[in-house]
Nanobody, 126 residues
């Protein structure tokens, strides 16, 4: 059974940090790009980051560039997203997804991803 499970979400104050994990079971992440997406109440899902399978290149939305970092540990079949300098507008459910986007401009396009986790809530509030 193919499954992605996110963890690490929670409540954090503005300026704080979190590390989200995305663990895969039933398949190997090595051959997939892993994207992180988020969706806030009443808003459309937004691509946050992507790390490729080939050379580990990373892509970020402008809204998180310089604050969020994604990495992968293929030995653990896990991908991480470190969220630093969190802002209230980062509050959302965060999802990881596995896919094979063909070109860099598609890296944050949710249509390029085939497998999705159930999400983990991140709330930034004082």
């Amino acid at each position: 059974q193919v499954q992605l499970v996110e963890s690490g979400g929670g409540l954090v104050q503005p300026g704080g940090s979190l590390r989200l994990s995305c663990a895969a079971s039933g398949f190997t992440l090595d051959y997939y790009a892993i994207g992180w997406f988020r969706q806030a109440p009443g808003k459309e899902r937004e691509g946050v980051s992507c790390i490729t399978s080939s050379d580990g290149s990373t892509y970020y939305a402008d809204s998180v560039k310089g604050r969020f970092t994604t990495s992968r540990d293929n030995a653990k079949n896990t991908v991480y997203l470190v969220l630093n300098s969190l802002k209230p507008e980062d509050t959302a459910v965060y999802y990881c997804a596995a896919g094979t986007p063909l070109i860099a401009t598609m890296a944050l396009d949710s249509m390029e991803y085939d497998y999705w986790g159930q999400g983990t809530q991140v709330t930034v509030s004082s």
